[in-house]
Each structure stands twice: as C-alpha cells, then as structure tokens.
C-alpha cells in the first residue's frame, strides 16, 4: 500500500484502533515472566480485569486469539459426547457451534435468520424439552459480529432459570466486551469468553474465560482431552500473577493500559459512548433510505452496523471502491451475507468526528458505487451527535 | 486531558498530524554524532530535501524552529541598519519585520489588510522608488499561516527583476512546504525558510534555510553577529553529512521517514490533494453562509483556511466548544483577528475522511454556539470531494 | 522496579532482548486481517520463516505461546491412545510428554539424568523392540532450554531410519530455531515446533510448527479433537497468506522484521555467533573453577549454558542477588535443578559487549553471594572474544 | 550499518543512551502548543528542571542544542565590546570563547594545558588586577566534554567574591547537569547553560538557561542584538507553561519522562552511580598501566574519562577498531587532543553491567590494537563495582 496522506480508516468491527498509547505500550522491552516485575504486571492486569467482565470471579488470559478462548469454554466444562444447545444467530455462532462438533460435542443448532438475536423463548421451550438434562450447555453470541444483532443475555437467563434446567451457560463477548454493557455475575454467566481486539482496544492475540463457581465445579469432572487451554494450571498460577507457560508479555503491556484508559473514561461512559454511536450510524442509514440488517429494536448492536444493501449492487465491490478511494476498511458480508451487506464497526477506541469521518466515506461511497441514497445520512448523524 | 475514545483531531494549522511512522522512526536510539552511521543519515536527508524546496543548491538544517530559520536568513545575508522591505500580510509577517528591528535593521513595512497576499505591484513600486538600492532584502511570507492567504512569489520574482533591484528575496514557506507548489531555483528565491512541523509532517525542532549562490554571497559580507545560526561551517560539514554542533539526530530519523513518504505519495499528488481539500473546506464554509477571510481567488491557502465569524460571535468560544465537546483543535485568530475568525487546518499528512470528520465537527460546533448557519456545509465538501 | 540507570540484562534464555526495531515495527496500528496490505504481509512471513526452518514444506503460524506450538504437533498427527515415545532430557521434555498424557496419548518416557541429550543408540534401541510399529511418534527437545543441552537431530534421524521405523519424528526447537543451525527438510523431521521469544528476537506470542508431507498425510487420519490447532484450515489460508481466525498481527510486524535482521546478519553468521559466545561463556565458567551442567562436549547448547552452583549454595539466591544488584535476570534451576544450577542466556539479539557485561555481572555475584570462585572468568571470555 | 545482533555500546559522552520509555514518550502525537494540554506540560517540565539545575530561580528552555544555549546566555547578558573571561580548558572552552569573539565580545582568555580545570586563583588574580571592572561575565565549562576534567564551580565563585568583582558567572553543564552535582543557586552562577542530550537522557535538541536575578537585571540593560534567544518573551509565556514560538513538542515529551526518572532514581543516588563509575573507569585505566588525562584529583569528571594513549599508537585507530569490531561508539580526540586520547561516557542511563561491557570492549581494543596493557583493567572495574 502506498503512502497517500492521513491515517488508515479501520471501520471493520473488529480489530478495532488501537490507541497510541496502548501501542506505545506495547513497544516496551520484554521482561522475565518469572521476576517479580512480572508478577505485578500479571496481578494488575488480571485484577483489572474483572470489573470490565463485571465479575469478582477469576479471568484467565490466553496467550491465544479469541477463537481459542471459545475451545477454552468448550474442553475444559465438557466432555465427549455432550450435548450442548446452540443457535444461528449468525456466522460467528455457526463457527463456534462446528467447533463443537469438531471437538466431539453434540450440537443442537436451532436455525435462525440471521437478522435475530437468541430468542429467550426458544432457549426456554428446547431447556423446558430436555427434561433428563442432557443438554450440559447452552452457547450464545453476545453481540453477533456478522450481523450487528445483541442477543439479550438477561432474558436468556431468565429463560434458563424458568426451564429449571442445570445447563451451563456459555457467551461469547468477543465483540461486545469493553463497547456492551456486559454482567457475568448478575447474568449467571458460566464462562464468558473474549478476545483484545474489540472493545479492549488492544491488537489481536490475547484472549479470555471469565470462570463462574458452577463453571469452576463442571471443569473438575469434563473429559475433553485439554492441556494448553486447562484452567487449572492457569488459575493455580495466577494467584501470584504469573501463568504457568510463557505469556504474551508485550500484549499484556498494552492490556494494562487499555484498562487504564477504560477506567478512565469509566465503562458507563464507554457504553453511552458506544450507543449513541450506533444510533447516530442508524440515523445516517435511513437518512440513505437504506436498511439495517437487525431486524428487532431491542437487539441493535452498539458496536457495529450492517447495512443491507439493495438487490443488484454487490457490498464487497462497494467496500473495495470505499477502500481504495477512501482508504477505509469496511466488515464484509460473511457466510450467507455476502455480498449483501458491509458491516461499519464503531467500537473501540473512537469519537464522533472518526465517525463522522466513517459516515462520510460510506455515503461518498455509496453514492460513487450508483447505489440510490438520499445524501442525507450524514446530516442525520451529525443531528444525533450534536445531542450529549 | 482525560481519555474520552479515539484520536485527537489536530486541525491547527500545525504543527500538523504526524504520520505514525514517523513517529516510530523518531524513537529509534540515538547514535553518535561523528560516526558514519549519521554520515549516511545526514546525506540521506540533506540530498532529500533539496526537491521538495525545488532547488539543486544546499539546504542548512537547524536544531531550532522555524522562527529561528528567519533568524538565521536575516543574520547570514544583512549588515547592521540594511534596510529591508516587508508586508503586512498577517500575524507572521509581522513578527518577522519586528524581528527584523530587533536585530538592528532598518524596516519597511507596507501596511495590508490581513486579508490579501503581497500585492507584486506593490514590491515592483518600492523597489523602483529606492534607485539608491538601499534595500538589501525583500521578506515574504508565502503562506500566511494567520490568514490563509497564500503570496504569488512568482510574480514577485518578476516584480523584482522587473525593477532591476539587487535586494535579496527571502520567502518564509513555513507553512507552504510540502503543502503547496514551491520552486525556490525556479522562482529565483535567495533564502527559503522552512520548518518541520507543518508539510513535513514531523514534529516542531528543525528548521531550514536553501540557499542560492547570491545568498551565499551576500553571507560573505554580511556583517550581523552570528555564530549558532552561521552557515559556513553548516555548509563545510554537510558536504560528508554532519553538523558542527549536535544535530537534533532522532527529529533527523524522522525526517528520512517523512521525505520518504513524500517520494512515495509524489510531491505533485501532495500539491494535488492539498488544493482538493482547500477547495472541499471553501464548498463547506459557502455551504454555511460564511465568509473566507482571503479577499483574492488567486490567493486562496491550499494548506488551510480561516473562516470569518459573524458578528457578535466570539470564534475562541466556539473554538473552546468544539475542542471540549468533539476533541478538535483548530486555530485561532492572531493579533489584530483575535476572537474574529478561526482557522481550519488542512495541511501535511490528511486525507478526505478526516477532513470530512474535521468539517462535521466544525458545523456541529457552529450550530451549538448559535452561529446562524445553513446545514449544506458538509453535503457540499462530500461534493467536492466525490470528483478526483 | 524503580529506576535505577541503565537497561535490565534480560539473560535467561528466553523471552530474549528484542531489538528496538522490533518492538518498533509491533507499534504499527492494526490492520484489516481480511484486506489486500495484510495479505502481503502474511505472504513475506510465511515464506520468509521457510529459510530459518531449513525447509520448502508449509509453516503453520499460530497466535499462541510455543506450548501451543507442542499440542498443534501433537493433535494434528495421532489419535486417542497412540503411543510416542519421549526422553527426558529435562524440564521442557518432561512437560512435553506430560502434555501428551493428558491429551489421551501413551508415552514411554526414557529416563535421563538432565545433563545429556537424546542418546540416538536409545532412540535405535526402543524403535528395534517396537517391530509392531505401535510407536507413532518420537518426540526430542532440540534444545532443552532447562539445561542447555542440544540433542543430535541428525543422528537421531539416522538411528531412526536404521530401525526402518515409520514413527513420525517431532522436534521441539523452541529455543534452538534462529540460534542454532536446524535442518527440518535435510533431517527428515516431520513436524518442528517452534516459538517466537527466543532466536526469533520477538516477544511471545507466536508459535510455529514446520510440517513434512509424511506428517502432512498422518494429519489426514488423525483423530484427536482439534479445531484451534487444526492444521487444514491454516494450510488452506495460508495460501494467499491469511489465517482462518485472527491472526496475532502486530506480532507479525515484529516477525516481518525479525526475519529481515536474520537475513541481513545471514543465519550462517548467527550461527557461528552464538557458538562464539556459549564458547566465551564456558570459558569463564572453566576461569571461575565451576562445572557446566552439560555432560557432553558435543551437546554443549550454544543459546545457554547452564551453571552448576557448588554445595551449600542456592543458586536462586545468587540470582536473587544478582537481578537486586545488578539488575540482571538469570534463569533458574527448574524441576530437580531447582536451587542447583542458574542459566545464562546467551541467545537472540545479543553481541560480545552485551555478554561481557553479563559475565561480570555473574563474576560479581558469585563473589558477593560466597561462592569459592577464581576472578578469572571474564578474562577468559573477553580471550576467546578477542579471537575472530 | 548492517545487523550483527546486540544493541550498539553508545559510549561517547553524550548523546548518551535514552531510556527506552523517553524514546517512547517523544513517540506520542504532536498536540496543539496553544491548548490546554500542552499548557499541563509546559509548567510541568519548567517546574521540574529547576531542582535539577538546584534553582528556584526561572530556567528557560529553547527548541535547540546546547550551542545554541551558550549564545543565550552571552546574547542576553552582555553587548558589543563587552569583556569577557573564559578559561581554556579544552576543546568545548575554545569554541564557546570563539563564539563571544564572533558576537563581537572581547575575550580574555586564559591559556590552559586541557589537562586541568579552571584554577579558582587564576579567577582571582585576574578579576583583582581588573580594577576598572570592565569584565562583565566570567565564563566556565563545569565539565569540560573534550578531556573528562571538572572546574571547581564552588571554589570559583568564593574567588569571584573575594575579588568582590562584579562580573557575571556564567557555567556551562552540558555534560554535568543530571549527572555531577551542581547548584546554580548555592553557587551563586547566573547563567548556567545546559543542554538534553548528556545526563537528562534525552536525544538532542532542546537546550536550557537557568538565569539568577542578577543575570535577569543585566538582561534589561544587553544590548548585543537579539530575538529568537530573548529571555523576555521566553520568561513571560513560559508563566502560563507556553513558549512565545513553537517549542518541540515531542522533546518536551522525552523531558517529562526523563525528569520522573531522575526523580524516581534520586538525584543523588544518580550523583553516585556517575562518580562509581567514574571510579571503576579510572580503576580499569590504572589496570591497564595508561594514564587518565585528567592531573588534579580534584577534577576527575563523573561522566566521562579521557585515557591517552602511548606514544606510537592513533587513538583514532583503536576506536575505529573497537567500532568495527564490537560495535561501540568510542570519543575521539578533539582539537589539540586529536589522535592523542580517546574518551569513555559513563554517563546518563548506565549502569554497571553495561560499565563492565564497556571497559571490556576498550580491554579487548586495546589489546587488538597493539597497545601493550596489562589486562587487569576489567577485573580493577569489578573490584570497585562489587562494593556499593
């Protein structure tokens, strides 16, 4: 890529900006994970951790990217065979579900449109079916970064208890944690798993389980093979700040400094931030007289939007003139979408002029791609922004 | 400053926004001085500045500011009580005639309403009247980075040779360099003054002075005290690539990266994108109703743009609103503007969307201070810069 | 830690010293993992890792700590109950094949006692008893990063085409790859397992496995549960040089330029330079009137030399002193060595001034710590560094 | 300079090595000097400079190197014809007394043999024979760079008082500030001059005045022809924490770092460390059977030792030999001095292990380049380095 003025827009939901501190962070000189400089970098990191996953239970960090922290979940609670239920809220469900499968799991795959969240109902009729409670998990997507739908992880659970069903219950924060108002313990979330480069504001390679008591108990008995992802070596390490093998030091520089910054910003404005963000995103697509693919008001992602774009016009051929013309990367259309929609992340470490900025592009875009919009999409968002 | 998501918008007529590579290459460690590691550095970035000042003659670099390459263009060519003729162009051009004084020489300084360039009428008139050739030096101020009003050097040259005067013409370009079309060989400069931090895209800390034949000779003669800011011995060690004194080495690394990057984006395309943005930032402030302060449509700054406020509005309230409330710096108005414009920087390393991102800002920042504004501003910039 | 002047003497043998334009190059901001920049720089990685491997076969990278790297090697090529055959050769070897336990595999796992290596007789031995090939695989630390002893590959290769046995041979070089000459096509080694924070002068937080095609074939009908680790997914990505989840991209920043410095310096000149230095290190090990744990000469490590500590001392009270004192970490004595011997590492980015000072910084605590030395450590090692 | 592992031993007497979070810190975005922010760091570092300089009095600092810093301190105090005192103590004396010549100052200046400080009766006879006080300002190197000898600031000043002469004293620390101990107040000096590069850690390109009230009076009544050193602006924004042009920003970054580490490790256990060092060096020189230049025991620098070389062997040539071959940046002789000496740095962020490194490589070049030493120098440095 040749040099052309003015910094990379990188919209995609995920990786997300990084700030210039965290990545300044990170250029720090690699230290012995075995002194005691290290052991107070550990203890910090995985303290400061919890308040972001709202726990007081322990957080396990990976070495890994998220992907690896959903096969955490998933090897050290079960064991071959098990059931666990699953549904298709998106592209990112329907990975994790095949990496059930692959690992030896049954998976119940409840279809879904792709335009939903979890329906609370569903978890509560299939629960309420499997009445000699082989279902030993159920596995939700917070927020679907495919399709930019939440799913309401409180209803779910409401759901769970309802059914009177001992299932665990596993979410995926990948994309919400750090951007989505998020409750591991108030939710009776069973592990809760998360990466860095969303919400965090942190490059990719660092990946999370947040552990309940029950989660805790269940790994005493699973039967998945396990080693590298074991918790229990992790959390014996992690009492003293270290990790029983060589952790991702530079990483974890710049995880102390993302949640030095979340905390200064403090999570409530960070989420405010975040959907304000999204509505102002929202407001600019119907200012285009296009749709969002979320198709439930109650589920809109605060992290990022997809657009539906209209039959004959080709998303990814948009998202490339976008990028070429505009320097500004945008999420493709993934699995069944594609080609049907661009996806605009706005998570992370961002403001309302880069969303601005963002908007512009997407509106110069789609107008130089001859899609028919109305030009005022960014007037609309700049209408919501101009509003605290 | 507490951290509130995202990137600082420093739309100050600089310094500018510095490309992160050139941030990283200021942090590589220093090296000696006398060493040949530096020869190579010094060469590198003595060879590659002389295309982007237009000139085959040598460059000195400073460890200083760009204020004190107008110190050393007036001490290295000027005796005691020369006299030398100036214009008020703006803020700048003011502080340089009364740097002038200061160190003992006599000033013409011709009257200007802030609003215009030099007039080359003007210089061809003052230089016809002073057949005694009395006027050693002729200073202008090519861009005024206090009003946006950019001087037609080329026609100055003429006015000079048109009148057959032997004054030296010195060109402040501190704020054009890089931003917008400049020949010093070409033009006939004697002494082009320069500094890092605005179309060099680096941080404040160097300064330049090209340098003609003529200069040179002049410099032989001139009779100011000078010892920092002297060229011989500058011009004695760059020819194997050192300083006399301790060059300022890291802002060294960091300009070969930003030379680098202007190779590589191409100094034309660099010209080409700034007047694109100019003429962007012009469609949104017609957009609103407002008024340009640059009175001359040949004079139009490619590098940024002051906009008139209405009155009875106060632009360092709006300024201190916009800066509070969507995180953007932009400048002030100087000296006699002070609180009657504001000035859009859109200069160095820049490119649409964040221009686009700048322009929203401002027309939110106008509309919540009460500025009677028409909401077209943005549309009509997205225009602009929706054709190449 | 507070400052206390100076840099730390990060001397264990890994994570090592990364260089400054290493940890620059991670500061880039992230990209766009799907888009067309990352897609070269995946491309330059992949293939410039091939040299450093001593292969034309695939590399698989993982965003994972070389644990990581041992399980991928593990999964991807048996299945449930295989038996491997593994040495203890140390610390690293016995959690290697602790691992495989718990991961449903079998081990015979050869007794050793730390101060030699893989003894090919063994390997012969063992595989001529084992005339039902039921052994699938022999696992071999190259370097065993606890005792600073190197295995002989190529001999092991030998004695294993000797027995005309089809076991896979799967090689650790987790502290040896980028420090010590490896061939993984020239020695027939089916699966290399590789880390980042040692010879690759990186950070942790990537891990490798090198692959032959006989490996390639066995991954085929492998049936460990693998989703993370399998290898299909990479191999077919790879290809146009993506990653099937979120590749650890700031890290390969870091790589791209870690593998640029080994070329420049050329592997056969890194070679000879750690040799020089392991050389240097035990010539001041022989100065102090100490014993090197390594028993053999021909298995010297040239990446670490491991100290034995003289009865009645602690040896990690030595280190203690030495990182209070003089700010310099040391590796300890890990599994049965623990108390017993520390570790000087001597790989990576590190040069003879650099080892000099770290052996003065051992002389000194030695002496401070009580432990019966002669002062003639560091004159013996600056001797042989005086020597090409 | 191709990669040969290791980071380069930048023992020259400054620039000296940066601390990597300094590096790091000057890699920040450039902000608005106008704003509120940069207002934060302005007071912040003018605030902390003055218990280094040992001042409650104003310390003005300048976009420029240290030379630039001496012509301050002459242009703001003194006017034409003015007689000044200097002292030649060796190459940095000669090059500032040349510069008052340059200015238009009349010089005394007093022959020296580059071997000893300013002698305190030499200060005396030559004030008391000046009975018609026409020597306005006494100035003095307080560290003389070029030969590793220290005038007697203290002794200096009571010989000014007992000539009860009026004279100004001006001092230059560039090389002692942050690294010898030094009062500008208790002393009674008027102007100390210092620059970034030495002891204060930081790459070059910012340099200092710290100014008593005497030196401000002396100001208002200068009159060598000034503007971009001018006190008066510089005084009067810095009260607010700005600078009357642009500063260099990204410096000022590397200053505030630096001074927290000064603060962090205590200056005077930073006095310490240096005159350990220096000790340890001058025990390694004795080692080696050379001689320090440095005559007077009272006068051995803390930051730098200068050793000659016997009779028949170019200094030169050892340290090109010792640049080559072990990658270390040694002094050169300078001036009168060329070939002669060559000088070690132990100063700024050092420690003793690099100390060892360095005094090892100077051992082996030595050696290598057929100077007849013996080799006890290294294992001398030990001894003194083991005690505290």
């Given amino acids: 890529m040749s040099y052309a003025g003015g910094r990379h827009f990188l919209?995609?939901?995920?990786?997300?900006?990084?700030?210039?501190?965290?990545?300044?962070?990170?250029?720090?000189?690699?230290?012995?994970?075995?002194?005691?400089?290290?052991?107070?970098?550990?203890?910090?990191?995985?303290?400061?951790?919890?308040?972001?996953?709202?726990?007081?239970?322990?957080?396990?960090?990976y070495p890994a990217s998220g992907t690896g922290a959903w096969e955490a979940a998933l090897v050290n609670t079960l064991s071959p065979g098990d059931r666990v239920l699953c549904f298709e809220t998106g592209h990112f469900a329907t990975l994790w579900q095949e990496m059930a499968g692959k690992l030896g799991l049954s998976v119940d795959f409840v279809p879904g449109d792709w335009r939903h969240g979890v329906d609370p109902a569903q978890v509560a009729d299939r629960l309420g079916q499997d009445t000699a409670h082989e279902i030993k998990?159920?596995?939700?997507?917070?927020?679907?970064t495919s399709t930019g739908v939440t799913s309401r992880i409180?209803?779910?659970?409401a759901a769970i208890d309802a059914a009177d069903h001992p299932a665990l219950l596993l979410v995926d924060t990948i994309s919400s944690l750090g951007s989505i108002d998020y409750r591991h313990d108030e939710w009776g979330v069973d592990v809760t798993v998360a990466g860095s480069q969303k919400g965090l504001m942190l490059p990719p390679g660092l990946s999370f389980n947040a552990i309940s008591d029950k989660a805790l108990a269940a790994s005493e008995k699973a039967k998945l093979p396990r080693s590298f992802w074991d918790w229990r070596p992790m959390l014996a390490a992690a009492e003293r700040g270290y990790f029983p093998y060589t952790p991702a030091t530079n990483l974890l520089y710049g995880l102390r400094?993302?949640?030095?910054?979340l905390e200064e910003e403090g999570l409530s404005t960070v989420f405010a931030r975040h959907i304000r963000h999204a509505e102002a995103t929202r407001a600019a697509v119907a200012g285009w007289g296009l749709e969002v693919l979320c198709a439930d008001e109650?589920?809109?992602?605060?992290?990022?939007?997809?657009?539906?774009?209209?039959?004959?016009?080709?998303?990814?051929?948009?998202?490339?003139?976008?990028?070429?013309?505009?320097?500004?990367?945008?999420?493709?259309?993934?699995?069944?979408?594609?080609?049907?929609?661009?996806?605009?992340?706005?998570?992370?470490?961002?403001?309302?002029?880069?969303?601005?900025?963002?908007?512009?592009g997407v509106q110069m875009g789609l107008a130089l791609s001859g899609v028919p919009i109305r030009p005022d999409g960014i007037n609309a968002a700049l209408d919501r922004l101009s509003v605290s």
Same sequence: chains 1, 2, 3, 4.
């Fill in 298 to 360: 109650r589920e809109h992602s605060a992290a990022l939007t997809a657009v539906l774009v209209p039959e004959g016009h080709d998303a990814d051929k948009i998202r490339a003139l976008i990028l070429d013309r505009f320097d500004m990367s945008l999420g493709a259309g993934l699995g069944k979408l594609t080609g049907r929609i661009f996806r605009i992340g706005h998570l992370g470490s961002f403001n309302d002029l880069s969303l601005a900025g963002t908007l512009s």
């Fill in 137 to 144: 998990a159920v596995c939700v997507v917070h927020n679907e």
């Fill in 154 to 157: 409180a209803e779910i659970r």
């Fill in 257 to 261: 400094e993302s949640l030095r910054l």
């Fill in 11 to 61: 919209q995609i939901p995920g990786p997300t900006n990084v700030p210039d501190s965290v990545l300044r962070a990170m250029a720090a000189p690699t230290i012995d994970h075995r002194g005691p400089e290290f052991g107070e970098l550990g203890r910090s990191v995985l303290a400061g951790l919890k308040p972001v996953f709202g726990t007081t239970r322990p957080v396990v960090i």
